[in-house]
């Protein structure tokens, strides 16, 4: 079964380039325009998988990888920021996300991303599995 990606992002332009992108991989993909939004979304059907813009109206990225790791510890985050300030990129790490790439990103770059995030969640599901078995 594929997983599941949730694309968050204030700028619709950039959900829809990633969502054809994610689609055309073969993966489920949902898009939010705002961290509310992806909260609900994420309520409703978690994602295997978030990326998510920093800046955006009302809460930002940070804010939202801090609940989504709070609440959804098995989805993988991947933090797509339009600079890469490293007082950011650390914080997010620091909150839980995997991976962090920098706009515009090609194809390329976001697959490598999903491809660890992917890794990272058979790691953990592995080793929730040995630890429960």
């Known amino acids: 079964m594929a997983a599941t990606v949730l694309v968050v992002d204030d700028e619709e332009t950039q959900r829809e380039l990633q969502r054809r992108w994610l689609d055309s991989w073969g ?16 309520a409703a059907q978690p994602a295997d998988i978030m990326v998510t813009g920093v800046r955006m109206p009302e809460h930002d990225g940070l804010w939202l990888i801090e609940r989504v790791s709070a609440n959804w510890p098995n989805t ?18 620091l909150l839980g996300a995997l991976d962090c790439v920098t706009k515009p990103f090609g194809r390329e770059l976001l697959r490598q991303a999903l491809d660890r995030a992917e890794q990272k969640r058979s790691q953990h599901t592995d080793q929730n599995e040995r630890d429960t078995g």
């Open 27 to 42: 993966y489920g993909v949902f898009t939010a325009g705002d961290a509310a939004t992806a909260l609900e979304m994420m």
């Open 76 to 93: 993988a985050i991947i933090l797509a920021t339009g600079v890469m300030e490293d007082e950011v990129v650390k914080q997010a790490r």
